[in-house]
């Protein structure tokens, strides 16, 4: 291994420009390759808070029509509906209710700085299903949110902005739009793109002072599919619709809930069936032609490569090399290779993605003109593993036809080939 | 039994306007332990001889018999193994692998051969090495060598696995004379010394005075 790897710098040294080229081009097609498909996953790619995005769905809107009628509503759930909807279905393990929707509120702190704050209205049971990271204080509580508590966990930005830092945050008050909240808690910055979860202020999502529940997600448990809780909540509506007087209060429409992560990351309109996104033709082309096309390049120059050496792979077969040695040895030693342009490639895409972030303004509904992702999101072993993917993919696009076009020449013709 | 037996072996290479008869029903047996010279003018089919006899090439007709087997219809695997265990090759431009050092370059043939293991396989590198005197060129490349100092790696790397035949294209065809002498006697002592069958092609009539016996070529066949 050693001296495979003595060898492949040998080659890389004798040959600087094609090499130069080779890594070169690799890492542009990492590059591009990871940067789209960073762009494709940071809708459904699992990261902190929503760790557990693959297990959480959501139970968003509710239709109702009247039979006959050209009358129809459609909107929030109210409490009842999502206790009724939602309220203990089989395979969930945990279910809260949250505001879909964040809002743009001024907030004024102790020492009169008013600033404008993302504001989310959750239950207590939000802190459960999503993993944030607490730095001072606590959560609020079930009690707290029945009771109509004025209380708030807020993110360590504001709590910096508003009262010097997360630890001086807990107990004191913070004015949003005209009312009093003692803050209870300081939670590490959510990225906004986090779409479900994003906020900079929480507040108690509660019958008191709420009409409407907004949404709720549900933590299902490990393998139960979307199907099977679809199944459940049809025939919830069913029910429902059984015991209601159907000209006077019409009729549910049901619409394909809960909506897993990659449904909720396109667009859901409450009166409308959401299209559930099957195989994506679009975004798979352009995957295989980001690898495709440089691979075609690469593999011209390794083919060019080893034509100028041909002799070698003669010799070797002479000395008892088989063809098929010759032909994983060349797949081998590109493929490393590869790897280093590949991780070069890699890394660049993550410097880059992590620093631009106006590449994310198109997620969610975030007024942020630039967004940067959370560098854990950019460090996953998925992103790492399909970065590798990619260069498999590409060393074995690049290298096999040259590599079986050298293991096919006849040692007679390789040794005596002129040096080209 | 001779050692190499070749029966009506004929080489014909055609492109779309032109045919070329580079070897025209050629016999020949080699005994074991032979040293043989083969001489001719350029282009009279001595490298193709050779070619076939290391079963780098196959014939358009004829039969190739080597050390009991006979090529015809073996795989390339078998082929692989075959030549790897019997064979040893010299060529006339050393043919070193540049990017490996003089130790891996002698190594190669063992490398391919999965019973001998790491420890061996360095004895007899060391030892080759030592037999030839090029012991403290062990981790230099072939660029930083002679042409003498080539030669003689590449011939450690054709003894280094045991071979029982050495063909030779033209060995001393790069070298000045002095160092062509050196080359001769150590064919000449593997012959001598290790009982080696050595077919060699060369157009030093010197040279070939030196071995066994001398066959000369003229387009395609052999006239004596
Ligand atoms: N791959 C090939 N395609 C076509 N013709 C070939 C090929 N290889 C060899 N020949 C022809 O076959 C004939 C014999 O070639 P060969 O190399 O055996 O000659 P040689 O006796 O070794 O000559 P030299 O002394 O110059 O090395 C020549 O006419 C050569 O042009
Ligand atoms: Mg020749």
Not at chain 2, 119 to 131: C, I, N, S, Y
């Amino acid at each position: 291994m050693k001296k495979k790897f003595q060898q492949i710098f040998y080659d890389m040294r004798r040959r600087p420009v094609i090499t130069g080229i080779t890594l070169t081009g690799t890492a542009a097609a990492v590059f591009l390759f990871m940067v789209f498909v960073m762009m494709q996953a940071v809708e459904t790619m699992p990261f902190a808070p929503e760790s557990c995005r693959d297990r959480i769905m959501y139970g968003r809107y509710i239709e109702t029509a009247w039979p006959g009628a050209e009358r129809m509503m459609s909107g929030s759930l109210n409490f009842d509906q999502a206790a009724e909807i939602y309220g203990d279905l089989e395979g969930v393990e945990k279910m809260c209710n949250l505001d879909g929707w964040a809002d743009t509120e001024d907030a004024v702190g102790p020492t009169g700085t008013i600033s404008q704050v993302t504001s989310r209205r959750v239950d207590s049971g939000f802190w459960d299903i999503f993993d944030f990271t607490l730095i001072a204080g606590r959560y609020f509580t079930a009690d707290e949110v029945e009771a109509g508590m004025m209380v708030t966990v807020i993110d360590s930005s504001s709590a910096r902005r508003f009262f010097g830092s997360a630890e001086e945050a807990p107990g004191k008050m913070l004015d949003i739009v005209g009312e009093n909240y003692r803050v209870t808690g300081v939670v590490e910055d959510v990225s906004p793109l986090a779409t479900q979860t994003y906020g900079q202020v929480y507040l108690p999502l509660s019958r008191i002072h709420n009409f409407n529940s907004g949404d709720v997600a549900l933590l299902v448990k490990k393998g139960v599919t979307r199907e099977s809780l679809q199944r459940q909540v049809e025939r919830r509506y069913d029910a429902l619709n059984a015991r209601r007087d159907t000209a006077e209060e019409g009729i549910y429409i049901y619409h394909g809930q809960p909506y897993d992560q990659k449904t909720v990351s396109g667009p859901v309109y409450s009166n409308w069936t959401p299209e559930t996104p099957a195989v994506d033709w679009t975004t798979i082309l352009v995957c295989v032609i980001l690898l495709v096309v440089p691979a075609i390049n690469l593999s011209t120059m390794l083919g060019s490569k080893i034509q100028s050496s041909i002799a070698e792979y003669g010799i070797r077969r002479a000395y008892g090399c088989t063809r098929s040695r010759i032909f994983a040895d060349i797949v081998a030693e590109n493929m490393i290779l590869t790897l280093i342009g590949g991780i070069i490639g890699i890394t660049l895409a993550i410097l880059f993605v992590y620093n631009s972030g106006s590449l994310f303004a198109f997620v969610g509904d975030s007024a942020e003109a630039s967004v940067r992702p959370p560098l854990s999101l950019l460090l996953k072993w998925q992103v790492v593993a399909l970065a590798l993917g990619a260069c498999l993919v590409l060393n074995l696009l690049s290298a096999c036809i040259p590599a079986w076009k050298a293991a096919r020449t006849a040692p007679v013709d390789a040794i005596t080939a002129r040096n080209r | 039994m001779p050692e190499i037996t070749l029966k009506g072996i004929s080489k014909v290479y055609r492109t779309k306007e032109i045919e070329t008869t580079a070897l025209d029903n050629v016999n020949l047996d080699i005994n074991h332990g032979e040293f043989v010279s083969i001489m001719g003018p350029s282009g009279c089919g001595k490298s193709t001889l050779l070619n076939i006899i290391g079963l780098l090439d196959t014939p358009t007709a004829g039969t190739v018999g080597i050390a009991g087997i006979t090529a015809a219809g073996m795989s390339d695997t078998r082929l692989a193994h075959f030549r790897n265990e019997h064979l040893g090759f010299v060529f006339q431009n050393f043919h070193l692998i540049p990017s490996l050092s003089v130790y891996d370059n002698v190594e190669l043939p063992l490398t391919y051969r999965s019973s001998i293991g790491a420890k061996e396989r360095r004895e007899r590198v060391e030892a080759v090495l030592e037999r030839l005197g090029i012991s403290h060129r062990i981790k230099h490349f072939p660029s930083q060598l002679s042409g003498g100092q080539c030669q003689r790696v590449a011939i450690a790397r054709a003894i280094v696995g045991k071979p029982s035949i050495i063909l030779a294209d033209e060995p001393t065809g790069n070298l000045d004379s002095a160092m062509g002498e050196e080359v001769m006697e150590l064919l000449h002592s593997l012959n001598r010394d290790d009982g080696l069958t050595v077919v060699m092609v060369t157009h030093n009539e010197a040279h070939a005075r030196g071995t066994d016996r001398t066959i000369r070529f003229f387009d395609g066949r052999i006239i004596s």
